[in-house]
């Protein structure tokens, strides 16, 4: 077995010329050793050829390290790391949060919909008061109560506040 081979398996075309590499797809990588320095850049294409297809990649960024192979796996003595993002998947690829759903009309209290927002509720005083008055709360009643008949609150609500301690 050649384990030459095993180090740089992939089959690249860059700007028509063809060159062995290894891909990392975890990384968006993609090693390929080189002796005379490959035409590529930011937003240049590459081709890999995998089984009787080609994956397109597009190049993020590119970085040549001379003497960066050190012939392991390889006769050349070049390095060529290319930062890629699989274009030929994108289209296959469901992000998530891209996704627009239609649902109809919703109508009700405390409704959400949907990821990482957030649930507002508005209740006004009055109806803070009707539902405390009819709950079998005491507790609940003396703090609501209590906080009617505060000075700064009075002078906020003003004669309302005296009608809802009267619901109490």
């Known amino acids: 077995m050649d384990f030459d081979k095993l180090a740089y398996p992939e089959q690249l075309t ?31 294409v590459i081709t890999q050829k995998s089984g009787k297809r080609e994956i397109h990649l597009k190049v993020i960024d590119a970085s040549f390290l001379e003497g960066g192979s050190l012939g392991v796996g390889t006769a050349h ?33 405390n409704v959400q919909v949907g990821n990482s927002n957030t649930l507002t509720t508005n209740v006004t005083i009055q109806e803070l008061a009707e539902k405390i008055a009819k709950s079998d709360d005491p507790e609940a009643k003396s703090k609501l109560k209590e906080f009617l ?14 009608a809802l301690i009267g619901m109490l």
């Open 14 to 44: 860059i700007a028509g010329t063809e060159y062995k590499g290894q891909r990392n797809m975890s990384k968006g990588e993609v090693l390929v050793p080189y002796t005379d320095e490959p035409d590529v850049g930011i937003g240049d």
């Open 77 to 109: 003595p070049h390095m060529l790391t290319l930062k890629v993002e699989n274009t030929t998947s994108q289209p296959h690829v469901t992000k998530h949060g891209d996704s627009t759903f239609n649902i109809g009309s919703i109508s009700g209290e």
């Open 149 to 162: 008949q505060n000075s700064t609150v009075g002078s906020l609500i003003g004669a309302g506040a005296s």
